[in-house]
Each structure stands twice: as C-alpha cells, then as structure tokens.
T-cell receptor, first 115, second 116 residues
C-alpha cells in the first residue's frame, strides 16, 4: 500500500513551458486535492475533486488546470509556467467526499523551479 | 471565512524540555482541527485531530493538543522534546458542516528546533 504517490519529485522549467504533475492514490479515496507550499504561507489549496468526475477551484487556482482521470488519479497542469509558480506541490486524498472529519493523506511532494 | 494563526514561525527548545506550539483559529461554525508534521523533504503526516468529544486529544509520538473553544485555540504540547521532533508543524482547520468538501485552511507553520 503506497498511499499517495507523486511524479516527478523535482522539475525545472523555463518560463512559458508547460508540464503536468501526476498524483495517484491506492486507498480507494473519493476526494483528492492539490496544494502549493510556499515559505511562511503554509499550504494553500489550488484545486480539489470531491469525487470522480468533479473538480472545483480552491484558494489559488489561477494558472492551473486539473483533471480527475479516474478515482485513483488527479493531475495538475501548468499550461504556461511562470516564476511565481515556483513552489512545492502536494497532492492529498481523503476517504469521503464532504466528510469534514476525514483525515487527508499527503504525498511526498513535487519541487518545481521555474526560471 | 476560516483562518489559522500560528504564533511563532520558529521555536527552539532543549532536548527534554516542554514543547508548546501555539495555534489560534477563527471559524464561523464549529471547527474540526488538525495538527500535521512535516519532516525535511517529506510530505505532511497527521499528528492528531479534534472532531467532537473530548477536548484533550492525544496523538502520535507523545504529542497532545487541547481544544479551547472560549480561547479559539488548539495548542500542541509534548512534555519532553526529543531530537527526532525537529520538524515543521502545521495547524489546520476545517468547517464541520456546509459544503466545504473537506477543504483545509492551514496556518503558516512553525519550525521546531531541538538542541542537545
């Protein structure tokens, strides 16, 4: 049971390039989330998917798109990377959509540097 | 809107000393509260959470936290620090109801350093 996995672990992009961050979970969870972590700002929610087939914007969605490919996978796409998107990106999942008491389980993160 | 404030971005203690990491929140509805720990170059791991019931919550690695509604606080404590406790700690809050779909609001994080 690997939990939440993310690829790649580290990526360097040039301004304007595109890339997709991949996330998969093997816990049969319904809900999945993408966060970004910046120094002194904690984690901020970019997008989330309450259940397969649905996605919604979080706190900082601009410049990103997501795809809930199936129940296991939730990808984050940067269409035209900007230096302001340099960050550490975390994917998370939780069991029940809309169940606030559920624990979110986090992946190991993707470190992205945009030059 | 929810918000979380962690007092002190850095806390330094000696090995064996009390650890106290402060967290205050604001929420218009009863909150669910969480503490996560992040070791260097790793993801976040749940330490403990408060949902309902007993306001003193015990977590992993000897940590505990007490929900004080009157003070809107959820401070994290450990009686005796260990070198392995050095990490960054995040407090987070979530609405107990509504259509928040589990969205967490995180504090800014507190880096705990433990000196020998």
């Amino acid at each position: 049971n690997a939990g939440v996995t993310q690829t790649p672990k580290f990526q360097v992009l040039k301004t304007g390039q595109s890339m997709t961050l991949q996330c998969a979970q093997d816990m049969n969870h319904n809900s999945m989330y993408w966060y970004r972590q910046d120094p002194g700002m904690g984690l901020r929610l970019i997008y989330y998917s309450a259940s397969e087939g649905t996605t919604d914007k979080g706190e900082v969605p601009n410049g990103y798109n997501v795809s809930r490919l199936n129940k296991r996978e939730f990808s984050l796409r940067l269409e035209s990377a900007a230096p302001s998107q340099t960050s550490v990106y975390f994917c998370a999942s939780s069991a029940l959509a809309g169940a606030s008491r559920e624990t979110q389980y986090f992946g190991p993160g993707t470190r992205l540097l945009v030059l | 809107a929810q918000s979380v404030t962690q007092l002190g971005s850095h806390v330094s203690v000696s090995e064996g000393a009390l650890v106290l990491l402060r967290c205050n929140y604001s929420s218009s509805v009863p909150p669910y509260l969480f503490w996560y720990v992040q070791y260097p170059n790793q993801g976040l791991q749940l330490l403990l959470k408060y949902t309902t019931g007993a306001t003193l919550v015990k977590g992993i690695n000897g940590f505990e936290a007490e929900f004080k509604k009157s003070e809107t606080s959820f401070h994290l404590t450990k009686p005796s620090a260990h070198m392995s406790d050095a990490a960054e700690y995040f407090c987070a809050v979530r609405d107990a109801g509504g259509t928040s779909y589990g969205k967490l609001t995180f504090g800014q994080g507190t880096i705990l350093t433990v000196h020998p």
